[in-house]
């Protein structure tokens, strides 16, 4: 079963940090492109970045370019996404998807995704 988990939400300060991770299974993880996208109340979603499969070229949205900085452990089958200077504009739901074509900021071109983690900032 393919399956993407993500983990490390909660409530944070402004200003603060934060470490989202994702976790993969089931798919030949180092084979796929990983992208990040949240989804605000009310809002669309959104891209926050990506990394390539091999060697870890990143792409980040000029939103957050900056202050994000993703990462990824192929033996560990898992995605990082740092956040830095976290602002109330960051509250979102973040989820973590797989693309077997590369990376993107289109999400329909990721097959996989996960349930998503809760990111609250408060001001």
């Known amino acids: 079963q393919v399956q993407l988990v993500e983990s490390g939400g909660g409530l944070v300060q402004a200003g603060g940090s934060l470490t989202l991770s994702c976790a993969a299974s089931?798919?030949?993880?180092?084979?796929?492109?990983m992208g990040w996208f949240r989804q605000a109340p009310g809002k669309g979603r959104e891209f926050v970045g990506a990394i390539d499969w091999s060697p870890g070229r990143t792409y980040y949205a000029d939103s957050v370019k900056g202050r994000i900085t993703i990462s990824r452990d192929n033996a560990k089958n898992t995605v990082y996404l740092q956040i830095h200077s976290l602002k109330p504009e960051d509250t979102a739901v973040y989820y973590c998807?797989?693309?077997?074509?590369?990376?993107?900021?289109?999400?329909?071109?990721?097959?996989?995704w996960g349930q998503g983690t809760q990111v609250t900032v408060s001001s």
């Open positions: 998807a797989a693309s077997a074509d590369g990376i993107s900021s289109r999400d329909y071109e990721y097959t996989v």
């Open positions: 089931g798919l030949t993880f180092r084979s796929y492109g």
